[in-house]
Nanobody
């Protein structure tokens, strides 16, 4: 069992930065691939980024490539999403997720999900 708690969301102006954190409980955190997803009002949830259990391999949606960076600290049971050059279209609730296989994360599937943190980017 893995419990995930996101933090770090907020209101930021376009062009600004935020860093989201996702703290995980459970002794097996380091064995899970982790991912970030987002869902804007009236839209379906979409994949943002994912990384393997080691952190060596990362994957990004085209819409965030070059602006967002996913990373993890297995000693702290935490995964991060550094978001730079934010745009109004990045406004959404952001969720982290955990799954043994990163391939599932890339298609929007995961064994565990957090409750989400809101990111609002003003123009």
């Amino acid at each position: 069992q893995v419990q995930l708690v996101e933090s770090g969301g907020g209101l930021v102006q376009a062009g600004g930065s935020l860093r989201l954190s996702c703290a995980a409980s459970g002794r097996t955190f380091s064995s899970y691939a982790m991912g970030w997803f987002r869902q804007a009002p009236g839209k379906e949830r979409e994949f943002v980024a994912a990384l393997t259990w080691s952190g060596y391999n990362t994957y990004y949606a085209d819409s965030v490539k070059g602006r967002f960076t996913i990373s993890r600290d297995n000693a702290k049971n935490t995964v991060y999403l550094q978001m730079n050059s934010l745009k109004p279209e990045d406004t959404a609730a952001y969720y982290c997720a955990a799954d043994p296989r990163e391939a599932r994360l890339q298609v929007g599937e995961a064994d565990y999900w957090g409750q989400g943190t809101q990111v609002t980017v003003s123009s």
